[in-house]
Every structure is written in C-alpha cells, then in structure tokens.
C-alpha cells in the first residue's frame, strides 16, 4: 500500500508541468491592460500563461553562472557587453565579496542578465509579461486601481538608494507565489529596446520623423501609475550594456508543452 | 619609399589581422563578438567575424516595409555613391532583417534583385529573434513588433571598422549622403590602409 502511494506520489512530481520550488506558473491574461498605449495595443494585450522565477536572481546563483561560464566573470567579459562598472561591486571576478549570497545580483548589463537566462534554459521576461506579472498583490492578480497599492510601491522610490538590499524573497509573496516585483530593484527585461520612450523622436518633427516605421506612438494609458511608468523610462534610457547599483533581474520561460 | 612602407605596414598589418582573427582575439568593444549564425540572400551561412578586415556599413529592416527601410536602402547607396570607384570595392554594406518569421533567403533576395544591390560590396542576411534583439542593442536600433506584424523602429547607418568595432552611426535619412558620415567611411577606409 505504501509502494503504491509512493508510485503515485513519485508519478505526480515527475510529471510534465510539476511546479518547481523556484518558478511559478502564470495563468495569463487573454486582454491585458498596459500602463503603456501603442496604437495597436487599445484593446490590451494578449499574456500568454508562462513561468516566472519566484525571485530575482541572486548573487550567489550570479557566482555559480559566472564560475561555469567564464567568459561573463568581471574582467574577461567583453567591454561590447558589459560596461567597465559590471560586477564591480564585487571583491573579485570570483568573490563577491561584501555582497552576500542572498542579496539580489546587480550592476549586470543586459546581455550577462540574458546569457544566465539562456544557460537555465529560459529567457528574459518581456516588458508585458513584467508588468502583467507585477499587477498583482498579496490577494489579486490585478491591485493596479486600488490607491493604496500604489501609494506602497511608490513609497519604495522615497527610500534613499544607499541603504543595502535585502535578501530576495525577504518581502511577502504575491498572488502567483512570486516576491520582490517591487520594492527591492529594477529588472531588465527583453525587450528593453523596443520601450520607444526615451526622447520620442516623433514628436520632434521633420527629418527625424523618417527614424519611426509604421505605427505605434506610445503614451501613458494610465498617467496614475508612476510606479511603473517610472520603470518604463529607467528602462527605455538604458543601453544594453549598462550597469546600476539597482539594476539585476529574474528569468521567465515558457510553459513546458506550450506553442510558441 | 613612402609607398613601400606603407604597403609593409599594410601587410603587417594585415598579418596581425589574421592572427587575430585565427587567435578568436578580436577586440572586446567588437560587435563582431556576437556568434550568433546568420544566412545571407543566397542561402548562406556566415558568422560575423567571417566579416573581419573590410569597413561595414550595418543596418536593420525588414522586407515588407513600405515606409522607411526603401530610405534606409537608399541611404546606403547614397553612402556608396559618395565615394570613389576604387573606394567602393574596399566597404561593405550589411542590412539585417528584424523580421525573422516571414524574411527568408528568398524575400531578401527579391530586395536584392528589385534595389539592384551588387552583392558583392551587399549583403541581406537574416538570424533568429533572439540575435537580431541582440544585434538591434549592440548597434543601438530600436524596434517593437506591432500587432499587425509591421514594426515600429529607429533607423541607423552604423559604421564599422575592419575588426567590427563602432565607429559613427547616422539617423539622417533620405536625400543626400551625410557628408559628416561619408568622412568617417573614408577615414575607416585610409585606417584599412591601402
């Protein structure tokens, strides 16, 4: 009898789909709102269901990617990818240091943030898998109208930049089972750039109207939400290879067995 | 005397070029330290590196784009045909599709044929998603697929030097060559040596 509950229980976590202790899984949303408004996006966006890493990444998962893939360690890495202050907070390439095992990994460029997505077999989120992911509280998936969910988040941005970061997942979980969309760091997504915010060019007028292709002005849909649309703009005046003190970033992936 | 080194400098320089090439030691400031594969108009398969010793001029489109990629094309050649014959052969032009779904060998090749690119100073190449975002970032392109399949971008001329490292990049679009751009394209050529 005992086997037998064994034999079932051992089936149900081998099987396709069972739930990993670091990713949850995200139903979607077949029509999510954006704070942001492209012309093509008035009717919301479709997310499809995937899975996000409960947590950012941390310096010591950070120390264990470098050690096996030496060619993203402070000091080798190419100066195309990563500018001269990646890692740099760091005691050594192999030594992180003051920066405790626990804290969030920052001061990484985008393209380290997605080599390490890459060599976990996932990738970075995209801007509306992050946004539609941090929309929900303790209690709801979309917490985005209620004014004290707001005021929460922005509270964060008055906190002065130099006291240390907490460890990941040192803040309660939301809905999904996910920590620290807000309140520790920024994170770096795919498409950071396609977020055509940064000194709109169309808006300038003659010739440098010519740099823009086809459709697709943004605006603010919801000019309330500060909290995001300030990540949107930190995210948009970011080169690739670009570092902050505040920067890291956490890993998604699509749903095993979905279509693309 | 003055010829003669600068064809020994030249050589020389051409040498240290092959080994560092053979050596993987291309510059780290290179773009060409991306090793993502690419397929050009004709089918074939190349990395950039395969691209070391001759200035590029780079650029991102895609096919079925009726607006801005024809200027981005145009501007190429209008970068071409402000420079001498001799010049010309020694620059090549590298235009990346940003649409890997629907540009295959055969769209790019018909924007070859129609534009009249001599394919061997261009080149029309595709890769997958997730190198043309990284191609896109290194050359600082922006671009956003829309929902109708069409793609809202910033457009760049970007000059590159013969190890593929960054050397000026234009936004001005249509109408005449930027002369500022067309200076830098032939210094890089001088910098080639001859």
Redesign the interface.
Known sequence: MNGLLALVLTAALAAPGAAEPGWAKLPGNPAFRSVLAYEDTRDGVRVRPFELMRTPVSNGDFLAFVKAHPQWQRGRVAAVFAESRYLQHWAGALDPGAASAQQPVVQVSWFAAQAYCEAQGARLPSWIEWEYAAAADETREDARQDPAWRERILRWYANPSSRPLADVGSQPADVHGIHDLHGLIWEWVDDAGSLLMSADNRDQGGADKLQFCGAGALSAADRENYAVLMRTAMLSALQAQDVTANLGFRCARDLAGATP | MTFFRNTLSALLGGLLLATAAAAGG?P????Y??TAGFTDQDGHDFHLADRVGKPQVVSLFYTS?R???P?IIDSAKAVERSLEPAQRDRVAFLIVSMDPARDDPAALRGIVDKRSLDTRRWTLARTDK?AV??L???L?????????G???????LVLLDAQGRRLART????GAADAEFVDAVKAALNAAGD
Not at chain 2, 140 to 148: G, K, N
Not at chain 2, 150 to 156: I, L, P, Q
């Open positions: 291309l780290g400031d290179s773009v330290q991306l784009c607006y801005v990629c200027l997730a975002r990284q896109a970032a290194l600082d392109v922006r671009y956003r697929e829309l929902a109708d069409e793609f809202n971008h910033t457009s760049a936004e001005r679009l249509g």
